[in-house]
């Protein structure tokens, strides 16, 4: 008998909304779920919040031909949950973007009454994201700067190994790559 075949992250498209399991259409967070392993779900418990609640919002408010820009962030944005001090530095960071950005808009139009109440760091990731996707223009001007900001939050959780640690990692790969021919590894206490 030859059944329906089953929905896996090959087969799926972006799409906006929450889906109750992975079919057809999927938000770039379920597919993310679906890349680490995870049970199906728009909040991968491997994603950043911050990182997982400004890609479902911004998800959710562009049109079919600018989402296909986020199909990288659904696996960039596996491994990403750090501490909640990681989280804080990343909610810092969007929240200055998107400042520098309503305080632009509001300088050119003047007609603007203030600027949206800004959310402090640790608000909960929906109210960030809905802060700082009000403050992306329509304009690809205004993606791609976004883009960018998501590749700044994502590498503020990479962390580059001490010094000593990286040269303790090159005299194991040499000493690997050469046999360990009458070679002693010094080895440091970190």
């Known amino acids: 008998m030859a059944g329906k075949p089953t929905a896996n992250h090959q087969t799926t498209r972006l799409g906006p909304g929450r889906h ?13 779920s679906m890349l680490a392993g995870e ?19 911004y998800n959710d ?18 491994g990403t949950r750090g501490d909640f001090i990681l989280q804080l530095r990343r909610a ?7 400042r520098d950005r309503h305080s632009a808009r509001a300088r050119r139009w003047r007609a ?18 809905r802060y700082v996707i009000r403050s992306v223009g329509r304009d690809d001007d205004g993606h791609e700067q976004l883009m960018a900001l998501l590749d700044r939050l994502i ?9 000593e640690v990286a040269e303790l990692v090159e005299q194991l790969t ?5 046999g360990c021919r009458g070679k002693q590894l010094v080895v440091a206490e970190l």
């Open 20 to 32: 109750d399991g992975p079919g057809a259409v999927v938000c770039v967070m379920e597919l993310a």
């Open 112 to 129: 603007l009454k203030g600027l949206p109440l800004e959310p402090a760091p640790d608000w909960g990731p929906d109210q960030i994201a």
């Open 92 to 98: 810092a960071t969007a929240l200055g973007w998107a």
């Open 39 to 57: 049970r199906f779900s728009d909040r991968p418990a491997s994603v950043c919040p911050i990182i997982g609640a400004l890609l479902r919002a």
């Open 61 to 78: 408010a562009l049109d079919d031909q600018r989402r296909g820009d986020l199909y990288r962030y659904a696996a960039e944005a596996v």
């Open 155 to 163: 590498e503020l959780g990479v962390v580059t190994p001490p010094l």
């Open 174 to 178: 040499e000493a690997v790559e050469h």
